[in-house]
């Protein structure tokens, strides 16, 4: 199972990104999605987390401004960041529990997304 994240980008602060992430391979079945960020010089963070029913888990630094999201047709998270601020400028993650086809349990990362908020 991998994921592939796309999305990220600059953009002026108060501005908006939608990240997205898609999960592919010999997927059986995927649990628990989130997003991680981690800024220069700093510890990878939790941003969000999603489960397969759709409860949602947020950092106190995003609630109110992000939202994630996830397609279980589509094995696809998404993360919404609407007024984005210079501190929310990081290498962003997506993660998942997935269970292959051969019902092997695996936590999985994607590679990582730059976001760039300029002041």
């Known amino acids: 199972v991998q994921l592939q994240a796309s999305g990220g980008g600059l953009v002026q602060a108060g501005g908006s990104l939608r990240l997205s992430c898609v999960a592919s391979g010999s997927i059986f079945r995927i649990n628990d999605m989130g997003w991680y960020r981690q800024a220069p010089g700093k510890q990878r963070d939790l941003v969000a987390t999603?489960?397969?029913?759709?409860?949602?888990n947020y950092a106190d630094s995003v609630k109110g401004r992000f939202t994630i999201s996830r397609d279980n047709a589509k094995n696809t998270v998404y993360l919404q960041m609407n007024s984005l601020k210079p501190e929310d400028t990081a290498v962003y993650s997506c993660?998942?529990?997935?269970?292959?086809?051969?019902?092997?349990?695996?936590?999985?990362w994607g590679q990582g997304t730059q976001v760039t908020v300029s002041s």
């Open positions: 993660n998942a529990d997935a269970v292959s086809t051969g019902r092997v349990y695996m936590i999985v």
């Open positions: 999603i489960t397969s029913s759709g409860n949602t």
